[in-house]
């Protein structure tokens, strides 16, 4: 499956957001930087994701870390290109 542009930053903010989740604790300094990115990161332009955070906090109370299990399940049914790939990992060690 190849990814539309608002598809794919749907997936860059759930990259990042999972970034910060690994871990099982997720600070209000890391919510914040996500909230920067998505008002300020290139990759985020023209799409408003703060309702996507508020998703993304629920569905972790929700599922815990298995959120990040749907993550690569995704990244590996997901045909990306080598830019997408760079992105993603651009994003990932932002955070």
């Known amino acids: 499956m190849t990814l539309e542009k608002q598809q794919f930053q749907?997936?860059?903010?759930?990259v990042a957001f999972c970034?910060?989740?690994?871990?099982g604790h997720i600070d209000?300094?890391?919510?914040?930087?996500?909230?920067?990115?998505d008002k300020s990161a290139a990759y985020f332009q023209g799409i408003d994701l703060?309702?996507?955070?508020?998703?993304l906090l629920v569905t972790?109370?929700?599922?815990?870390?298995?959120?990040?299990?749907?993550l690569y399940a995704y990244l590996?049914?997901?045909k990306l290109n080598p830019v997408q790939e760079l992105l993603?990992?651009?994003v990932a060690f932002r955070l």
Do not use: Q, Y
């Open 60 to 70: 972790l109370k929700e599922k815990g870390k298995h959120i990040i299990d749907d």
């Open 19 to 23: 970034t910060i989740a690994c871990d």
């Open 76 to 78: 590996k049914a997901t």
């Open 88 to 90: 993603i990992l651009e």
């Open 50 to 55: 703060s309702d996507e955070l508020d998703n």
């Open 28 to 37: 209000e300094m890391e919510i914040n930087e996500m909230k920067v990115m």
């Open 10 to 14: 749907n997936l860059l903010f759930k």
